[in-house]
């Protein structure tokens, strides 16, 4: 049966689990992803039960393995016609789809990042992996959330496992002190976050979100309280990715976590809460309701909110992490200011969402080799130098090329040098924000850009600069190490000189969303852009 996502009543007759049940069975291979997933929750769980702690670390390849085959179901649900499911909750579209590939091959990679951190050594591994799986799930549901209550569950399920990761290493202090930070805030933003989404609930009567696209029509609104609404709800998404105001937690538990659970909250974390605030914004159709200060004068200006976010964001960060001593919390300064880049893209919906979705999704898929290649290096040289000071850099150009050599290139992808991945990331969004005429906020990104070298390429200068201990000897690294770390260095380059598959792969998937999620009639949606609901 045809959902309709703008009635809040759905029918609780014995035929709506009928109708649940009929949708599950006609469309059940569209949940292979999350069936994959839970799968291997399960088996990770039981294992857990019967595998002694010490043997527990081998269970990294039963995840991958469940990982993997994740990953090998998305091009079929690919492939199917957009379509709505579980009464409207959820979407199985191209935009999900394509986020949910970003969530797996970073984890792919952060699994091999917990297999090289031995600050996780003789710890229960088998949990790790499971909690770290399910942060994942909650991802999947946060990129396909197409409903109030669905994008709240989809948060908190990728918060939740992320309080415990944080604090895996329960025996040291810093872990502990960030993990409770982690969990306050966490709390505090989750509950502002609900508290705005009931209110949108109350205006429309609806927990859609395709419903808030009519929210500018509304009549007898009181403007002020959407506006505060529209704050609260946004307030809880800058938490996720870490763009200032609440921006507080990153630098204490970036530095506090271990650093494979940090590479993990640094690139997917900070894409689910992306995806899930394009999903929102959309929905309002970034020029109907709240958007359109046209429409009335107390209604929110999202575009002006996220680019003047963008520009605090990006210049903040910078910034703070030139008097960063400790890598890990340079790091952290590091993504709030890529944050507000990329904050700068999603505000250039404004001017074309096909443009500026592009754009971000090719910056985050650029991203997440640079920085998890970043902290690949990063874990490595912890391990042998037991210091992630970046004074003890000095000198490991000569002791360890190859990792330095390695660090050096996704340091200046993070800058923006070409022919990086981060060259065309950055010169993308760029693009999209001076085609929507934010050239004061491309203006600031440039200068920001230009202030980032400083930081990014101190480290560079005591790798090869910088004179090390007399007489140290050479580092030796593990194979696997090397191995992780050629790979995600490899892609940032493929992904600087050979962009234009890349970029064509990510319009053609990226940008299908909007216009396909929501049913004929629901403003937002392109005449005949969208296929029903299944039966």
């Given at each position: 049966?045809?959902?309709?996502?703008?009635?809040?009543?759905?029918?609780?007759?014995p035929?709506?689990?009928?109708?649940?049940?009929?949708?599950?069975?006609?469309?059940?291979?569209?949940?292979?992803?999350?069936?994959?997933?839970?799968?291997?929750?399960?088996?990770?769980?039981?294992?857990?039960?019967?595998?002694?702690?010490?043997?527990?670390?081998?269970?990294?390849?039963?995840?991958?393995?469940?990982?993997?085959?994740?990953?090998?179901?998305?091009?079929?649900?690919?492939?199917?016609?957009?379509t709505?499911?579980?009464?409207?909750?959820?979407?199985?579209?191209?935009?999900a789809?394509?986020f949910?590939?970003?969530?797996?091959?970073?984890?792919?990679a952060?699994v091999?990042?917990?297999?090289?951190?031995?600050?996780?050594?003789?710890?229960?591994?088998?949990?790790?992996?499971?909690?770290?799986?399910?942060?994942?799930?909650?991802?999947?549901?946060?990129?396909?959330?197409?409903?109030?209550?669905?994008?709240?569950?989809?948060l908190?399920?990728?918060?939740?496992?992320?309080?415990?990761?944080?604090?895996?290493?329960?025996?040291?202090?810093?872990?502990?002190?960030?993990?409770?930070?982690?969990?306050?805030?966490?709390s505090?933003?989750?509950?502002?976050?609900?508290?705005?989404?009931?209110?949108?609930?109350?205006?429309?009567?609806?927990?859609?979100?395709?419903?808030?696209?009519?929210?500018?029509?509304?009549?007898?609104?009181?403007?002020?309280?959407?506006?505060?609404?529209?704050?609260l709800?946004?307030?809880?998404?800058?938490?996720?990715?870490?763009?200032?105001?609440?921006?507080?937690?990153?630098?204490?538990?970036?530095?506090?976590?271990?650093?494979a659970?940090?590479?993990?909250?640094?690139?997917?974390?900070?894409?689910?809460?992306?995806?899930?605030?394009m999903?929102?914004?959309?929905?309002m159709?970034?020029?109907?309701?709240?958007?359109?200060?046209?429409?009335?004068?107390?209604?929110?200006?999202?575009?002006?909110?996220?680019?003047?976010?963008?520009?605090?964001?990006?210049?903040?960060?910078?910034?703070?992490?030139?008097?960063?001593?400790?890598?890990?919390?340079?790091?952290?300064?590091?993504?709030?200011?890529?944050?507000?880049?990329?904050l700068?893209?999603?505000?250039?919906?404004?001017?074309?969402?096909?443009?500026?979705?592009?754009?971000?999704?090719?910056?985050?898929?650029?991203?997440?080799?640079?920085?998890?290649?970043?902290?690949?290096?990063?874990?490595?040289?912890?391990?042998?130098?037991?210091?992630?000071?970046i004074?003890?850099?000095?000198?490991?150009?000569?002791?360890?090329?190859?990792?330095?050599?390695?660090?050096?290139?996704?340091?200046?992808?993070?800058?923006?040098?070409?022919?990086t991945?981060?060259?065309?990331?950055?010169?993308?969004?760029?693009?999209?924000?001076i085609?929507?005429?934010?050239?004061?906020?491309?203006?600031?990104?440039?200068?920001?850009?230009?202030?980032?070298?400083?930081?990014?390429?101190?480290?560079?200068?005591?790798?090869?600069?910088?004179k090390?201990?007399?007489?140290?000897?050479?580092?030796?690294?593990?194979?696997?190490?090397?191995?992780?770390?050629?790979v995600?260095?490899?892609?940032?380059?493929?992904l600087?000189?050979?962009?234009?598959?890349?970029?064509?792969?990510?319009?053609?998937?990226?940008?299908?969303?909007?216009?396909?999620?929501?049913?004929?009639?629901?403003?937002?949606?392109?005449?005949?852009?969208?296929?029903?609901?299944?039966?």
């Amino acid at each position: 049966m045809p959902v309709d996502l703008q009635s809040s009543n759905y029918d609780v007759s014995p035929g709506l689990f009928e109708s649940l049940r009929d949708q599950f069975t006609a469309d059940a291979w569209l949940y292979l992803p999350e069936g994959s997933l839970v799968a291997t929750i399960l088996v990770l769980f039981l294992v857990t039960l019967v595998v002694p702690r010490r043997g527990q670390k081998h269970m990294a390849w039963l995840a991958l393995a469940g990982l993997l085959a994740t990953l090998f179901t998305l091009p079929s649900v690919a492939s199917h016609e957009p379509t709505l499911l579980f009464q409207g909750m959820v979407a199985s579209d191209s935009f999900a789809v394509y986020f949910k590939a970003i969530f797996v091959l970073a984890t792919i990679a952060v699994v091999f990042l917990s297999w090289l951190d031995r600050g996780l050594d003789g710890l229960p591994m088998g949990e790790y992996y499971a909690l770290l799986l399910t942060s994942v799930l909650g991802m999947f549901l946060l990129a396909s959330a197409t409903d109030i209550l669905m994008l709240f569950i989809g948060l908190e399920t990728v918060s939740i496992p992320t309080y415990i990761l944080v604090v895996y290493r329960k025996h040291r202090k810093d872990s502990a002190e960030a993990a409770l930070k982690y969990v306050v805030y966490g709390s505090v933003s989750g509950a502002v976050m609900i508290y705005g989404l009931s209110l949108f609930y109350g205006f429309t009567g609806s927990t859609s979100l395709a419903a808030l696209s009519s929210l500018g029509a509304v009549g007898g609104v009181n403007e002020a309280v959407l506006v505060i609404a529209g704050v609260l709800v946004f307030a809880g998404f800058a938490y996720k990715i870490s763009a200032v105001p609440m921006h507080f937690w990153a630098p204490d538990i970036y530095e506090g976590a271990p650093t494979a659970v940090t590479a993990f909250l640094s690139v997917g974390s900070k894409a689910a809460g992306f995806a899930g605030l394009m999903r929102l914004l959309y929905a309002m159709n970034m020029g109907v309701g709240l958007v359109d200060v046209e429409q009335a004068t107390h209604h929110l200006d999202w575009a002006t909110i996220l680019s003047v976010v963008a520009a605090v964001s990006m210049t903040f960060g910078n910034l703070a992490a030139i008097f960063q001593t400790n890598v890990k919390r340079m790091l952290a300064y590091s993504s709030i200011a890529h944050a507000g880049y990329i904050l700068m893209g999603v505000a250039a919906i404004q001017g074309g969402y096909a443009e500026a979705a592009q754009a971000v999704g090719y910056y985050f898929l650029a991203f997440l080799f640079m920085n998890l290649g970043a902290f690949a290096v990063v874990i490595l040289f912890a391990n042998r130098l037991g210091s992630e000071s970046i004074d003890d850099y000095r000198g490991l150009g000569a002791r360890a090329p190859l990792a330095a050599v390695s660090l050096t290139i996704c340091l200046l992808s993070l800058v923006g040098i070409p022919p990086t991945g981060g060259f065309v990331g950055k010169l993308l969004l760029f693009q999209v924000a001076i085609g929507a005429g934010m050239y004061w906020l491309a203006i600031v990104a440039g200068l920001n850009t230009a202030v980032s070298v400083y930081y990014y390429v101190r480290i560079v200068k005591n790798m090869f600069l910088e004179k090390g201990e007399e007489g140290a000897p050479a580092l030796s690294l593990p194979v696997l190490g090397n191995g992780v770390v050629l790979v995600l260095t490899a892609g940032v380059i493929l992904l600087g000189t050979f962009f234009a598959p890349a970029a064509r792969w990510v319009k053609g998937v990226a940008v299908e969303m909007p216009e396909r999620s929501f049913p004929p009639g629901v403003a937002g949606a392109s005449e005949g852009s969208v296929s029903s609901a299944q039966e």
